[in-house]
């Protein structure tokens, strides 16, 4: 079957440190992966995205890359801040289909001063 | 105005009433969805539709029911509230021409008391 499994939260760190969060995949074909992230009271909108094997998604600082060999995409921010405070979610879908996101449980990221 | 309006945004009702979620979209997207996210869980489909005659289940369907009014608005029922059913639900739209990215509303929180 398909599913997502990503780090376990919450993560806490100061601000500028470095941020990775992990994210594997099981899926039967070759799908899409995404990473959205959910601000407070907020919903869920996307971060990046890659479409296939070795593609680098990238956005406001972050980055992941889709590692087809290990089945991972690790979202990773060489610098976080404050702002970046919110819940990650790792996400994958087949774009030739489109009815069925496959979602991690969502990592909580909290940056201090 | 958001791409994805839910309401209520917020509701406390008792066990054993109707309630009824709402959604309508300015995106034009034939494909909406409904979601529900619990602590720990991420988030986990309930109903999809890819267009005004299609309606499908999704993973957790059971005591939900959904009514696709038009292209732009798809409403999610429960017949008869449970407190197992407290959470937070999310619509979202996609285009598949799009590389099949959601876009969420801001959720709707229900509590059943």
């Known amino acids: 079957g398909n599913s997502v499994t990503q780090m376990e939260g919450p993560v806490t760190l100061s601000e500028e440190a470095f941020l990775t969060i992990n994210c594997t995949y099981t899926?039967?074909?070759?799908?899409?992966l995404f990473w959205y992230v959910q601000y407070p009271g907020e919903g869920l909108q996307l971060l990046l995205k890659?479409?296939?094997?070795?593609d680098k998604g990238s956005n406001k600082g972050f980055e992941a890359t889709y590692r087809k060999e290990t089945t991972s995409f690790h979202l990773e921010k060489g610098s976080v801040q404050v702002s970046d405070s919110a819940v990650y979610f790792c996400?994958?879908?087949?774009?030739?289909?489109?009815?069925?996101?496959?979602f991690g449980t969502g990592t909580s990221l909290t940056v201090i001063p | 105005d958001a791409d994805v309006t839910q309401t209520p945004r917020n509701r406390i009702t008792k066990t054993g009433k109707r309630i009824m979620l709402e959604c309508s979209q300015t995106?034009?997207?034939?494909?909406m969805y409904w979601y529900r996210q619990d602590p720990g869980l991420g988030l986990r489909l309930i109903y999809y539709?890819?267009?005004?005659?299609?309606?499908n289940k999704g993973e957790i369907s059971d005591g939900y029911s959904v009514s696709r009014q038009a292209q732009a608005k798809f409403s999610l029922s429960l017949e008869s509230a449970i407190p197992n059913q407290t959470a937070l639900y999310f619509c979202?739209?996609?285009?598949?021409?799009?590389?099949?990215?959601?876009?969420f509303g801001e959720g709707s929180r229900l509590t059943v008391l």
């Open positions: 890659a479409t296939k094997a070795d």
């Open positions: 539709s890819f267009d005004v005659k299609d309606i």
């Open positions: 899926a039967t074909g070759y799908p899409s």
């Open positions: 979202a739209t996609s285009d598949l021409q799009g590389g099949g990215e959601l876009f």
């Open positions: 995106k034009g997207h034939d494909r």
């Open positions: 996400a994958l879908t087949f774009t030739n289909t489109g009815n069925q996101f496959y």
